[in-house]
């Protein structure tokens, strides 16, 4: 891939003038944090969407890709995260559906027939009539694999493939991977996660924020190298404000288990500060979600208490953690706004302990659309018709107003948004703060938490694996815990 670059409306480079060499029979890991620009960069290859600069060369020569159809008619397939299958179909008909020459006469026996030879043929095994739904997360990935094999896949581009899967389930994955390769397969492995770079790739090409920073050889690479390569440098504090001593939130042992029934966080304590920004690092997965919905009351917590001011609030039910002063920026807008509910309609929806009349209403969203830069046509507008910009500012403001959370947890609230929304939502935490508010702010823009936060504790494996001020990280340490969990000393 030559010079590939992509742009999302408005301004969100995500590929930027990106050169990529993949060599025949190789395993290829593409490493870098989320947003990154990994999964647009193979969303690309694959003809799910198109560069708006750019050159593909295959074996030597140029070749136009513009749509799914076209990369797999040249050998290319892509195994997305979140797999497309339907569960109350069998393995062998979900299969089927993309196997377009099988005729018009008895077409399941055709597609088994194919389905099975090129399951023994990369030990891929797999009962054909098994019913998607019967399957375990890593058999029905192996279905998603065979679906690519099946229509002559020869570059296979696997995106966070173990993201949903056990270790046990990881472990056979890897297994089968260096098997397709020693069949005569190339696989692009995208990941975050430099253990399976060392565990599987023969190569790893590093990309930050939408650029490559260098392609290596794996056996020439140290963890500590990939994690510099992958974080970048880590930023000055540009200012220090002392918080106060009493903690407003205090998490004890706490456990919480993910979507897949494991452990996500894993006795997991720590502590929130009066008048405080507490940031949270980590690379994506390491349980910050998980973390994040515990607290808010959108997931059960196994074992542990999480106290407000001293109070138990440990799995009480969101609409009750959010009377008793917690408010919530979700990373997810959708989770945050009612899309067919105005302007209007959205800044008071979680305010029901305040009285308003209709004038009031009006009132509070044109003063709340002018504080905090909002366009949008009227205060009736549904939300849905406004930019995503807009909708994080109106979430935002929703979350600030009257009246104040005590604790404020922020999950990305800046993600995607242009300099001067940024400014303006960092300006009104600084706000919050001042009048005492504990702010936990998650994410995964590493300047915006060692620029913001007065303490910074690094997340790993559902852990706590470090706790102190950002002057006292350097770039090495940081990455290293962020990547590995384990500091230089």
Known sequence: MREVTKIFPPSTVANDNVTINVKSG???????QNGAGKTTLMKIL??????????IILDGREVRIRSPKDAI???????????????????????????????????????????VRTAEHYGLNIDPDRKIWQLSVGEQQRVEILKALVVGAK????????????????TQLFR?????????????????????????SDRVTVMRQGKVVKTLLTADCTKEELARLMIGEVPNQI?????????????????????????????????????????????????QKELVEAIVGLRKAEHGTITLFGEDITNLPPNRVREKGV?????????????????????????????????????FTLRTIRDYNIIAPSVNTPVRFLSGGNQQLLIVARELSAPQPKVLIAESPTHGLDIARTNLIHQKLQELKAKGCG??????????IIERSDRVAVIYRGKIVALKRPAEYNREELSLLMTTGRSLR
């Open 239 to 287: 200012r220090a404000v002392e918080p106060e001593e009493d903690t407003v939130m205090k998490i004890t042992e706490l456990t919480v288990r993910d979507d897949r029934d494991l452990v996500a966080v894993d006795k997991l304590s720590l502590e929130l500060r009066k008048g405080e920004i507490l940031g949270l690092a980590g690379v994506a997965g390491n349980g």
């Open 26 to 32: 190789e395993v290829h890991a593409l490493l870098g």
């Open 73 to 115: 008619k040249l050998g290319i397939a892509m195994v997305h995260q979140h797999f497309m299958l339907i569960p109350s179909e069998t393995v062998v008909q979900n299969v089927a559906l993309v196997m377009p020459d099988l005729g018009v006469f008895s077409p399941f026996n055709k597609a088994r027939e194919r389905l």
């Open 46 to 55: 694959s003809g799910l969407i198109q560069p708006d600069k750019g050159r």
């Open 155 to 170: 570059l296979l581009i696997l995106d966070e493939p173990t993201s949903v899967l056990t270790p046990l389930e990881a």
């Open 439 to 448: 702010i936990l702010l998650v994410s995964e823009d590493l300047d915006e």
């Open 327 to 363: 408010g919530y920026i979700p990373e997810d807008r959708e989770r945050a706004l009612v899309p067919n509910m105005s302007v209007a309609e959205n800044l008071i929806l979680t305010k029901r302990e305040v009285r308003f009349k209709r004038e009031e209403i009006r009132d």
């Open 176 to 200: 089968s991977i260096r098997e397709m390769v020693r069949r005569g397969l190339t696989v692009i492995f995208i990941t975050h996660k430099l253990n399976e770079v060392f565990e599987v």
